[in-house]
């Protein structure tokens, strides 16, 4: 049941949160793929600010909402609001999106913990026996690098064209 809805709410373009198990909050957007392994999801400010592109494993998910007033007032917000840019991903599994997002943007948000409490911005370096080599990009506050490994059975969600990340990047790049 819960994927035929999900078609149909991306169909129509419908504005919706969802409640997933491994994250403290909901996420609201509109679901740009989705299938028995993974959905893409554009995600929203409650502002109607665009806020990235996110992939994770439709497993994690355990209650879908749409259809309030909230919902059609940030929608209406994201109408009369700025573009987003281009969702440069065409793969349908979490490991292929992975590595496709590695290959096609400069970083990404990478969470990973089992509540999902933690993330870095980072650039991919290798992926590798289950494993994933990163370069961070530190917080605005001290703009510093930090190479990690981390366990790709450990990756619970990706988003990539997030302003915040973005802006982080540019810093980086701005070498202050």
């Given amino acids: 049941m819960l994927i035929q809805e999900i078609k149909k709410l991306q ?13 403290d909050e909901d996420q609201t957007g509109v ?14 400010s409650d502002e109607g600010a665009f806020e990235g592109y996110t992939f994770f494993h439709i497993e994690q998910i355990y209650e879908l909402m749409w259809g309030n007033r909230e919902h059609k007032s940030i929608a209406s917000l994201i109408e009369s609001g700025s573009d987003k840019p281009k969702l440069l991903l065409e793969s349908e ?11 096609k943007y400069n970083s990404l948000c990478i969470y ?11 650039k991919v370096e290798g992926i590798s026996d289950g494993w994933i080599k990163i370069l961070t990009y530190g917080p605005k506050k001290t703009l510093s690098r930090l190479n990690k490994l981390i ?11 997030s302003p915040y990340q973005n ?10």
């Fill in 11 to 23: 169909l129509q373009r419908e504005l919706v949160s969802i409640r997933r198990s491994c994250a």
């Fill in 31 to 44: 679901f740009e793929f989705a299938n028995d392994e993974v959905g893409i999801f554009s995600l929203y």
């Fill in 93 to 103: 599994n979490f490991e292929d999106l992975f590595k496709e997002a590695a290959a």
């Fill in 112 to 122: 990973h913990s089992d509540e999902e409490d933690s993330f870095d911005i980072a």
């Fill in 151 to 161: 366990e790709a059975e450990n990756i619970m969600r990706i988003t990539v064209d």
């Fill in 167 to 176: 802006n982080i990047v540019n810093l980086h790049n701005a070498q202050l």
